[in-house]
């Protein structure tokens, strides 16, 4: 859904340890959700995506996973780094009227303590 | 390969000027798209736009924003008359011709109004 004022939640991490950011979606039609990263005065990364058709999905260090029963979607950073510092967003895209239609979370800060 | 661009990164109005705002999507990409972002806030949809189309501008302020994506060129955000209100950071991202989901975003443009 759309922030409404409210300040970021934060997740502070020691280096080395693993950080799980969580992410609830509104919408069960979604099919398509993607995490992206966003450090302090950049614009949003892309991290990974997965599709509503997988549960689980690996990359470099991060693995998404997907539950659809409650709507919720989990980041998972192993081994967390002074470098993954930043503010994380999940995003939902419904295809609709023949276009994607992309809504992001509000977001987590993730603060690594080094 | 380039990413998105735009520019300029910072922009200072005084309230009741102009702002345009300009984004150079990634080579090869045709889909538009302009968000705005509040500090400590998600990012909120604003305009999707196609070479010459705006597809869905269901999330920009029906007075004073508009958007274009011409054939040759850039898309251009313009703000007139702008108010301390409209201080945000905004953020453009592109996507491929052929459906492909992920938007790439740029670095954005950080506008300012005294």
């Known amino acids: 859904g759309e922030s409404v004022g409210l300040h970021l939640p934060t997740l502070s991490v020691q280096e080395g340890d693993n950080s799980i950011i969580n992410c609830a979606y509104s919408n069960s039609a979604s099919d398509y959700f993607i995490w992206y990263k966003q450090e302090s005065g950049k614009g949003p990364q892309f991290i990974i995506d997965?599709?509503?058709?997988?549960d689980k999905r690996q990359g470099q260090r991060v693995t998404v996973l997907l539950n659809k029963t409650v709507k919720h979607l989990s980041l998972q950073i192993a081994a967390t780094q002074p470098g993954d510092s930043a503010v994380y967003f999940c995003?939902?895209?419904?295809?609709?009227?023949?276009?994607?239609?992309?809504?992001f979370g509000t977001g987590t800060k993730l603060q690594v303590i080094p | 390969n380039a990413g998105v661009m735009q520019n300029p990164r910072h922009l200072v109005r005084r309230r009741g000027q102009e702002a345009r705002l300009r984004c150079s999507p990634m080579?090869?990409?045709?889909?538009v798209y302009w968000y705005r972002q509040l500090p400590e806030e998600g990012l909120k949809f604003m305009v999707y736009l196609q070479k010459e189309n705006i597809i869905d501008e269901s999330g920009m302020p029906k007075e004073r924003f508009s958007a274009e994506f011409p054939k040759e060129g850039p898309s251009i955000l313009r703000i007139q008359q702008v108010v301390r209100g409209d201080s945000a950071a905004y953020f453009c991202a592109s996507s491929p011709l052929d459906y492909t989901d992920t938007q790439y975003f740029g670095p954005g443009t950080r506008l300012t109004v005294l």
């Open positions: 997965i599709r509503s058709n997988m």
């Open positions: 080579k090869g990409h045709s889909h």
């Open positions: 995003a939902e895209n419904i295809w609709s009227g023949g276009y994607q239609k992309v809504t």
